[in-house]
């Protein structure tokens, strides 16, 4: 079949794989097709200078016209093109050594060669991801960025935490090891998923690529085993391990809390990739020297402090021990309980290496109910869900709003209807109030362009929204107020 053969031409092309696993290959990909062979089947074609949807496609036609997939879905044909690009894959065991013999020569190589990996074996769908909308909006905070998420589908807070306390089948959820390689029918098609092994705080941790990636080699760093988050002088070491083995990464923590956390906290993970974001950039409004570590106070929507030293083990502890402060601080007329039978106060982590010197960026969260809010105080505000209502978790604290899909179509909606081409009724209710403040400051011209940017706008006080000291006289006082405690307790 000249498609296949197109195929593995593609594969030896892009480093896949070598040229004396032609044959072995091309057989494996037959055999899920149940194809026969023709000697035309194992001649390399002339060019292959052409997209792999050019060659999956037919592949995954035929495979629905012979029955061998149960319905023409996208997750059909996902599950099945991952069966095909696994045969093009090398085993974990062959991808480990090459990547360790590139990370000793330089971790960046080591990286580069994984996601490219990665991208060519389709695992990360590159031609799905080109169609999410990136825009920016420039804030007193600095420019801040936001995407329209089209590769899943927004989650409800209250469904996140419900489906976390479901009992699962095995593998008990996605993050586990378990799922590399793994086909089943009911779950996310992971047959040509790989990961490196890597030790972390004398700990198992294995590296692996996001699918979705909503920054640059956006990374995923999971424990061995199947164990919940915890905030702990640990999660710091493992931060700055990372980052000592991988300066050009940084890595960060969700806060390990329902509400203030990310949507998967049974496990034990970190994000990172080779990225630079808006909370990089934060002006420094006050500057404190405890010992050998600089604590700097940050102008950022959420309340955010960045540590500086270049001795990991003494920022260890003094991370540690402002964690331990902060987790027990109370201030009930910021509406900032920090225990009700459980404790609310945590902190989101982010590690940099910069030269010599370790970084480590804190934001501090609180995911206590009230009635007025019953889906966090320091969560996204009722006001502002029509844009976002999922958590604010560790990339949005960083300056970059992952936005839900639906936005693809609401927004140039709510374009039409401000240009009078379309009436409020075509538009969602939940953002037809929106819709009608916009009516009153819109400019002449660029109209999607300007509804875009107040998304972002709106995007921004969802972060204000979780900040828990306010952006007030008040609440700087009591900002500096807990950093006056924890430099002279």
Partial sequence: METVSALVAYAIDHGMIEKTDVTYVTNAILALLKENPTPETYQKPKTTQRTLRVFLDPLL?????????????VHERDRFEALIMDTLMPRPSELQHEFNQRFSQDPKAATDYFYALAQNSNYIKTDRLKKNKHFSVKTAYGEMRATINLAKPEKDPKAIAAAQSEEETFPPCLLCREYVGLNMDH?????NHRTIKLTLNEEPFYFQFSPYVYYNEHAIVIHQDHIPMKMSQKTYRRLLDFVDQFPHYFLGSNAGLPIVGGSILSHEHYQGGHAHFPIDDARVLESYQYGSVTIERLLWPLSALRFKAKDKDILVNVLDRFEHIW?????????????????????TPIARKDGDTYQMTVALRNNVTSEKYPDGVFHTHPEHQHIKKENIGLIEVMGLGILPGRLDTELPLIAQYLNGEESLQKIPKSMQPWAMELQDHKPTKNMLEYVYQEA??????????????????????????????????
């Fill in 456 to 489: 972002a706008k709106i995007f921004v006080n969802s972060l204000e929204d979780a900040a828990v000291f306010p952006h007030t006289e008040v609440g700087h006082q009591a900002f500096n107020g807990l950093i006056q405690k924890f430099m002279t307790t």
């Fill in 187 to 191: 779950k996310p098609p992971r047959k």
């Fill in 327 to 347: 987790r027990t601080y109370h201030n009930e007329a910021l509406g900032i309980i920090s225990k009700t039978g459980v404790h609310h106060n945590a902190i």
């Fill in 61 to 73: 036609d035929l495979a629905f016209e012979k029955g061998l997939l149960e319905d023409n879905s």
